[in-house]
């Protein structure tokens, strides 16, 4: 009995032993084989940034809704020097700060113009565009100077800066003031007679004016107007994402892919 008992020990030693080895247990105390560099590289973080797609040159949208334009290609340039992906979702003017504020948008590039204001509420990066305001008015117009638009009827688009300059100048609560959700509608405003002036960025006027010629636009320049700069926006206090964006302005301005695309858009620098 002694010598039966001693041979079943054995043979479930025997049977506990394969099955460790089956489930893995011959590798017990051994350390996992090292990664020698074969493994995937970590992936580029993607942010989602905001832009109000109705502001050609600077964003736009084609009509299978893809978003273009000159920021839209500075950003991408951007996020590729830096090492950090890009997506843009079309985000109304008069929600894209809000949106920022909530977290729905890592950052916001659309032809936003830096001021002490939003800089309260935000941080931006180093400047990146060189802007003012210009007046668009019929061909006819007697407007000559921006103090003409007093007693005139004139569009500006809502929280923009021409929307600024024109309260400054009209009063806050003044009926004269036309305010529209984008800029090319305030433009159809002027060319229906409903308005007498436009007041907007540059390279905006500029561009529609050009691509409409038969509506016989002209435009008014007045060196009452402060240059302004746009910046690329992000939360108050993001710095990690902000010195991404800084590092990639800094190289495209360095390496000439900014005057590439900046020549793509608005022709060489004067």
């Known amino acids: 009995m002694q010598m039966k008992r001693g041979f079943a020990l054995t043979v479930a030693s025997l049977l506990l ?10 590798n017990v105390g051994q350390a996992p084989a090292p990664n020698n560099g074969g493994g995937s590289a970590p992936q580029a973080k993607e942010y989602v940034v905001g832009t109000d797609a109705a502001y050609a040159p600077f964003e736009s ?8 334009g000159f920021d839209i290609d500075l950003l991408k340039a951007v996020a590729d020097k830096a090492g950090f992906k890009v997506k843009f979702v079309n985000t109304p003017w008069e929600g894209i700060f809000t949106a920022l504020q909530n977290g729905e948008r890592d950052m ?19 400047p990146y565009f ?19 638009l007093k007693g005139k009827k004139v569009g500006v688009q809502t929280g923009t800066t021409g ?13 004269d003031i036309k305010r529209f959700e984008s800029t090319p509608l305030a433009l159809k405003e002027l060319q229906n007679g409903g308005v007498e002036a436009v007041v907007a960025d540059n390279g905006v006027v500029i561009n529609y004016v050009k691509n409409n010629t038969a509506q016989g ?16 926006a992000v939360k108050k206090g993001n710095t990690d994402v902000l010195n991404k964006v800084n590092d990639g ?14 020549e793509q858009y608005f022709g060489k620098k004067q």
């Open 17 to 26: 032993g394969t099955t460790l080895t089956a489930c893995g247990g011959g």
């Open 249 to 262: 302005l800094k190289k495209i301005k360095s390496d000439g892919t900014y005057d590439k695309i900046y």
């Open 130 to 148: 060189e802007a003012k305001q210009l007046i668009a008015v019929s061909k006819d117009s007697k407007i000559a100077k921006f103090d003409d």
């Open 163 to 175: 929307d600024e300059v024109v309260t400054k100048l009209l009063g806050k609560d003044s009926p």
């Open 108 to 126: 916001l590039i659309s032809a936003i113009t830096i001021t002490d204001d939003r800089k309260k509420d935000m941080d931006f990066s180093d």
């Open 61 to 68: 949208e084609t009509e299978k809704k893809e978003i273009v």
């Open 217 to 232: 636009f002209k435009m008014v320049d007045d060196p009452a107007f402060e240059k302004e700069y746009y910046g690329i």
